[in-house]
């Protein structure tokens, strides 16, 4: 279905216009690659990169939703933009510094709310962290 579509887009659009969308690139790449891994499974060929790559490629499929949604688009557009400038340095920061406090404060606390422990054993290891 997918190849389908891009055929009928690149007999609209012709070569110029088709390669000019990087949606267009980005769905060749990823129908052609769902296709094959497809095939192969179907075959019987298997093995562990071939079920990531058939993972991978069916999992990209759902970003091609984003360009059907005008709001996700300009989202996506945006990030892109963010990305080429120098905006996107303190974002990654922030996002970076959240993940760590998060995954400290999840070692830490985790096993506090499964079992009965005291302050003290809880918080002397979170100290020593920093």
């Known amino acids: 279905m997918y190849v389908v579509d891009i055929h009928v887009r ?3 659009l012709g070569w110029r216009s088709f390669r000019a969308n990087g949606w267009n690139i980005f769905d ?13 499974v179907r075959v019987g060929a298997s ?3 071939i079920d990531q790559l058939q993972k991978l490629f069916l999992v990209s499929i759902a970003f091609k939703l984003v360009q059907r949604m005008n709001n996700l ?3 996506f557009k945006t990030a892109v933009y963010a990305a080429n400038r120098s905006h996107l340095l303190p974002l990654l920061t922030f996002a970076l510094i959240v993940l760590i406090v998060q995954v400290q404060f999840t070692s830490y606390f985790q096993p506090a709310l499964s079992m009965a422990r005291t302050f003290h054993v809880l918080w002397h290891p979170f100290r020593r962290s920093f």
């Not at 060749?28 to 095939?39: P, Q």
């Open 10 to 12: 690149f007999y609209g």
């Open 28 to 40: 060749i790449i990823v129908a052609s690659g769902s296709l094959l891994t497809n095939i192969s």
């Open 47 to 49: 093995g562990y990169v």
């Open 73 to 75: 688009n300009k989202l």
